[in-house]
């Protein structure tokens, strides 16, 4: 298993930067790749009356504010889930998105609209969030929700929130996010603070990279016994 704090992979023409934010940096376009944000979950949960931590919005946003600022982004597309539900938008919660967006008022937001998005519906006009259907072309990558392979490009999507379980030497074993590319498919991670995990049985020639706090790393396949 190689690690670094940060993956950069070629694909389709493009430079993918692979950050333990569990986002991709394309730096030739200075553009953002960021899948199922949530935003607004653990509000949607606390009116259904499910008792889930606060501020789960604040610290994603956060997140995004440093990324912004630390790779100079002039563009964000959301890859599908912006939004969990129409519940998401409680006014401290609108309140919190719209002074983000206010402080980042010069970057370019865009929405691949995802299945969860079909539900909560756009997002609200003042946010300056440009929504679109799947795919949005960039550079012969297609920017989508759904992991379906699409001819004439390379499909980068979010939508199955993909983990793998690390075991330690002491046997016991953790779950972490994960990028998972195939030979014409990409998937990111589940970028919001407040979401579940589904972990993923690896086919032969796939590629995966976890993603841990401060570093992301190849897992290497297995060598076959003989």
């Not at 949960?45 to 995004?64: H, I, K, M, N, Y």
Request: charged residues 20%.
């Amino acid at each position: 298993m190689s690690t670094v704090a940060t993956v950069t992979l070629q694909v389709a023409g493009n430079t993918l930067m692979l950050l333990p934010e569990k986002v991709i940096f394309l730096p030739e376009a200075d553009t953002l790749l960021v899948a199922d944000a949530h935003i607004g979950k653990a509000t949607s949960f606390r009116q259904l009356g499910v008792p889930v931590p606060a501020g789960t919005t604040g610290e994603t946003l956060s997140v995004l504010t440093r990324l912004i600022q630390r790779l100079d982004v002039k563009r964000i597309v959301f890859l599908g889930d912006f939004l969990h539900s129409a519940r998401s938008l409680a006014p401290d919660t609108l309140a919190a998105v719209l002074r983000w967006r206010e402080l980042h008022s010069a970057v370019e937001l865009t929405l691949v609209r995802g299945n969860h998005d079909d539900r909560a519906g756009d997002p609200p006009a003042l946010l300056d969030i440009q929504p679109f259907d799947e795919p949005v072309m960039l550079r012969g990558l297609a920017l989508s929700h759904h992991p379906r392979p699409m001819a004439g490009a390379y499909v980068l999507a979010g939508h199955l929130h993909p983990c793998v379980s690390i075991g330690g030497r002491a046997h016991d074993w953790h779950r972490l996010p994960c990028f998972w590319f195939s030979d014409r498919v990409g998937v990111l991670p589940a970028f919001g603070a407040f979401t579940g995990m589904q972990a993923i049985r690896v086919r032969q020639g796939e590629r995966v990279f976890a993603a841990a706090p401060d570093r992301v790393f190849e897992l290497l396949p297995k060598a076959k016994r003989v």
